[in-house]
């Protein structure tokens, strides 16, 4: 499973603004972005700038530091759920070259 950067900025922002109870309209509005490529953004299908991101993270009240830290740790669990699993080993049943 790959995981896309732009899909987790996507949810991010997406999780901020409805922790706050706001609209994507009140959002768009308040960052000078268009409410399309703003929807466009929180589905991941459009890559952000780092200026539109900060816009963004200004409208939400919400420091982009802090955005980058909450997108690194859903990267980091994505990866973590979706790395395979090493297969226990019964040593008992290991049988050692002569």
Known sequence: MTVLLRTEIGESLRAHRQEQGRTLRDVSAA???????????????????SELLASVCRAL?????????????????????????PLPVDRKNVRTAA
Do not use: H
Not at 31 to 49: M, N, Q, T, W
Not at 63 to 68: C, D, S
């Open 31 to 49: 960052a000078r972005v268009s409410l399309g490529y703003l929807s466009e953004i929180e589905r991941g299908e459009k890559e952000a700038s």
């Open 61 to 85: 009240d919400v420091p982009l530091p802090t955005l980058l830290i909450d997108v690194a740790g859903r990267i980091r669990r994505a990866e973590l759920a979706a790395a395979p699993v």
